[in-house]
């Protein structure tokens, strides 16, 4: 799996958009991009996933750039409820089950 | 509600002292995990499991053992539980490789 680079924290103003980047220079042609996070000591909790393509959903929108060697994950609202550990991971789909985590970036959204 | 469920959610035992901590899934989930996560360790696989019957070893297997008798339970057994195995533990599951993976809301375990 290709080896993911975050920044180790980051904050943000609550009701603003969080945009957290994540580097993957060297991603292959198969690999996905995933996104989970983990709020304190809590079980991780899975956001979004993509190939090439943007990603929405009701959590966030992920934005893979046309190289796919780096890619954002936005918060469009961030709430005091997103404070947590992000984890960028990339794998191929077909690779198991098993979810390797790097140091991820911790978010804490301020009043 | 879809969701993932261990049980008990803190135990602090004594070495040697067999434990079970248990995992159920409501999703017709085929596979299923056993994590530890340790502070600078990062999440690290223990056992998996493809289906029923079907088990695996992931990362760090030793003192540790599984059983998947049915689908929606996945059983973690420390035989004699050792110290370093003072942790906390997640049991996940998915649908399909590839596919989001739910976790459970962990167990955390020391053992003296």
């Known amino acids: 799996d290709a080896k993911t680079t975050q920044p180790p924290s980051m904050d943000c103003a609550e009701g603003r958009a969080a945009n957290l980047p994540c580097n993957h220079s060297?991603?292959?042609?198969?690999?996905?991009v995933y996104w989970y996070r983990q709020i304190h000591s809590q079980g991780p909790q899975y956001i979004i996933h993509?190939?090439?393509n943007n990603e929405t959903n009701e959590m966030a929108s992920l934005i893979i750039t046309e190289d796919r060697k780096s890619s954002t994950l936005i918060l469009p609202h961030a709430t005091l409820r997103d404070t947590a550990v992000y984890y960028c991971?990339?794998?191929?789909?077909?690779?198991?089950?098993?979810?390797?985590f790097g140091g991820g970036t911790r978010v804490l959204v301020k009043p | 509600e879809a969701q993932v469920t261990q049980n008990p959610r803190y135990l602090i035992t004594v070495t040697g002292k067999k434990l079970t901590v248990t995992c159920s899934q409501n999703?017709?989930?085929?596979?299923m995990s056993w994590y530890r996560q340790d502070p600078g360790l990062g999440l690290r696989q223990i056992y998996y499991?493809?289906?029923?019957?079907?088990?695996d070893k992931g990362d760090v297997p030793e003192g540790y053992k599984v059983s998947r008798k049915e689908k929606r339970n996945f059983p973690l057994i420390l035989e004699s539980p050792s110290p370093n195995q003072t942790s906390l533990y997640f049991c996940?599951?998915?649908?399909?490789?590839?596919?989001?993976?739910?976790f459970g809301p962990g167990t955390r375990l020391t053992v003296t």
């Open positions: 499991s493809m289906n029923v019957e079907v088990t």
């Open positions: 996940a599951s998915t649908r399909d490789r590839g596919d989001e993976q739910y």
């Open positions: 060297t991603i292959s042609g198969n690999e996905y």
């Open positions: 991971i990339v794998r191929f789909k077909a690779a198991g089950n098993k979810l390797t």
């Open positions: 993509g190939l090439k």
């Open positions: 999703m017709n989930h085929e596979y």
